[in-house]
């Protein structure tokens, strides 16, 4: 799986550094090509000859060697790699990545990395749980970067809990993964519906809600990760995915538009997910000049929208669609009745019950079911993590 993968491996000076022979081994007899960059501090745990015997390249550690000028070049080891892992991960360069210094070699090639970078930290029990290592793991992973929680045992301290450093073997199948999903859905095309709709009552108001669009477009830049291609059309939002000659963006404004949009593109998708919070109703007429004050009470006609994913849902063949359901009571038993009446192969709960889930967090804490009563609940964790592990069950459903 790894053959011809370029590995950079950025060793920073924490006990676990010695691990890093064993990982560069595991990693070559794997088929990759492997670089390594090193701190100063790692050098006092593990030596560059090991290393450097052992990848078959030098070892960087300095910006140049004092004694020839010779200019080790950040930015040509940043754009080299296909995978950037740094393992072990201390505290000290943790904080340092997350807050963009750049006083060392191995940090400017993590500034200059275009490639995604994986980070495997390494520290006492107490260091990884202290609220500020949990805020710039939070900060790498907003930025996103692959996090490898560290693992629970015996601590260099004598102490036992989380904070040893994932072992070679476990790194390694966190990398085939990777790889594995990179490709998983390449060559198919994904059509995501996101945000809200916004349905005019008068040129200065309209009707609508609270979706900020923040789980569409991770979505969307989850599947481009997996390698597919998305078109999403999005209400107004001001959370659109990062720009990718892969993401095509539709933006509309009203459930009729977003109708419309869907509908033009939904024949020639593979998958589509239904995730936008399209407004139900909407008024009958739209007056054409703003509604003024009166000083007695305004009637509103309001008449049903058009359900998107019902409509389209009667039409498909052979796409794979996913539908999303916000729900405040009975939701397991309303989640279910959509994803029947709207002939979904999956539908993604969340309630507006659970703390840090819903509109407008980056958070999310969703349950996955499918058509054979098949259930997965994710605990809270980012609107990135959770799109990704959707993007996963997705692919192994359509694999099957």
Same mark, same amino acid.
């Given at each position: 799986?790894?053959?011809? #993968?370029?590995?950079?491996?950025?060793?920073?000076?924490?006990?676990?550094?010695?691990?890093?022979?064993?990982?560069?081994?595991?990693?070559?007899?794997?088929?990759?090509?492997?670089?390594?960059?090193?701190?100063?501090?790692?050098?006092?745990?593990?030596?560059?000859?090991?290393?450097?015997?052992?990848?078959?390249?030098?070892?960087?550690?300095?910006?140049?060697?004092?004694?020839?000028?010779?200019?080790?070049?950040?930015?040509?080891?940043?754009?080299?790699?296909?995978?950037?892992?740094?393992?072990?991960?201390?505290?000290?360069?943790?904080?340092?990545?997350?807050?963009?210094?750049?006083?060392?070699?191995?940090?400017?090639?993590?500034?200059?990395?275009?490639?995604?970078?994986?980070?495997?930290?390494?520290?006492?029990?107490?260091?990884?749980?202290?609220?500020?290592?949990?805020?710039?793991?939070?900060?790498?992973?907003?930025?996103?970067?692959?996090?490898?929680?560290?693992?629970?045992?015996?601590?260099? &301290?004598?102490?036992?809990?989380?904070?040893?450093?994932?072992?070679?073997?476990?790194?390694?199948?966190?990398?085939?993964?990777?790889?594995?999903?990179?490709?998983?859905?390449?060559?198919?095309?994904?059509? =995501?519906?996101?945000?809200?709709?916004?349905?005019?009552?008068?040129?200065?108001?309209?009707?609508?809600?609270?979706?900020?669009?923040?789980?569409?477009?991770?979505?969307?830049?989850?599947?481009?990760?997996?390698?597919?291609?998305?078109?999403?059309?999005?209400?107004?939002?001001?959370?659109?995915?990062?720009? &990718?000659?892969?993401?095509?963006?539709?933006?509309?404004?009203?459930?009729?538009?977003?109708?419309?949009?869907?509908?033009?593109?939904?024949?020639?998708?593979?998958?589509?997910?239904?995730?936008?919070?399209?407004?139900?109703?909407?008024?009958?007429?739209?007056?054409?000049?703003?509604?003024?004050?009166?000083?007695?009470?305004?009637?509103?006609?309001?008449?049903?929208?058009?359900?998107?994913?019902?409509?389209?849902?009667?039409?498909?063949?052979?796409?794979?669609?996913?539908?999303?359901?916000?729900?405040?009571?009975?939701?397991?038993?309303?989640?279910?009745?959509?994803?029947?009446?709207?002939?979904?192969?999956? =539908?993604?709960?969340?309630?507006?019950?659970?703390?840090?889930?819903?509109?407008?967090?980056?958070?999310?804490?969703?349950?996955?079911?499918? #058509?054979?009563?098949?259930?997965?609940?994710?605990?809270?964790?980012?609107? #990135?993590?959770?799109?990704?592990?959707?993007?996963?069950?997705?692919?192994?459903?359509?694999?099957?």
């Amino acid at each position: 799986m790894l053959t011809g #993968k370029k590995i950079l491996l950025a060793v920073t000076g924490s006990i676990a550094a010695y691990k890093a022979a064993f990982f560069v081994r595991l990693l070559v007899k794997s088929g990759a090509d492997v670089k390594v960059v090193m701190t100063k501090a790692a050098k006092d745990f593990i030596s560059p000859l090991t290393l450097a015997t052992l990848s078959k390249n030098p070892v960087y550690s300095e910006y140049f060697k004092e004694t020839t000028g010779e200019w080790n070049s950040h930015v040509e080891l940043g754009l080299w790699a296909d995978l950037m892992i740094v393992a072990p991960l201390t505290a000290n360069t943790l904080a340092k990545l997350a807050n963009g210094y750049c006083d060392n070699l191995l940090c400017a090639t993590y500034l200059s990395a275009r490639g995604p970078v994986m980070i495997a930290p390494a520290m006492d029990l107490d260091m990884y749980e202290h609220p500020s290592t949990r805020d710039n793991l939070d900060k790498l992973k907003s930025y996103g970067n692959i996090l490898v929680e560290a693992e629970d045992g015996e601590l260099a &301290s004598g102490l036992h809990g989380a904070g040893r450093m994932a072992e070679p073997e476990h790194l390694i199948t966190h990398i085939q993964d990777h790889f594995e999903m990179l490709s998983s859905l390449k060559g198919k095309k994904v059509l =995501i519906t996101s945000g809200p709709t916004f349905e005019a009552i008068d040129p200065i108001r309209f009707i609508g809600n609270h979706s900020s669009g923040k789980m569409g477009a991770a979505l969307a830049e989850a599947f481009v990760a997996a390698g597919a291609t998305v078109s999403l059309v999005s209400g107004p939002s001001r959370n659109y995915p990062q720009t &990718s000659d892969k993401i095509h963006l539709h933006q509309v404004q009203s459930a009729k538009e977003m109708m419309s949009g869907a509908a033009a593109l939904f024949d020639d998708v593979d998958i589509a997910v239904f995730a936008a919070a399209v407004s139900d109703y909407g008024p009958k007429e739209s007056a054409t000049q703003k509604i003024k004050k009166s000083g007695g009470s305004l009637h509103l006609e309001l008449v049903p929208n058009p359900d998107i994913a019902l409509e389209l849902g009667k039409t498909k063949t052979s796409q794979f669609t996913v539908g999303f359901a916000l729900e405040t009571n009975d939701e397991k038993v309303n989640a279910k009745e959509k994803l029947k009446k709207k002939n979904f192969d999956l =539908i993604v709960l969340n309630s507006l019950n659970d703390k840090g889930a819903g509109f407008s967090h980056d958070t999310n804490k969703v349950s996955i079911f499918d #058509k054979d009563n098949n259930e997965v609940s994710l605990e809270l964790k980012s609107k #990135k993590d959770v799109a990704q592990d959707i993007v996963r069950i997705i692919y192994d459903k359509i694999k099957i």
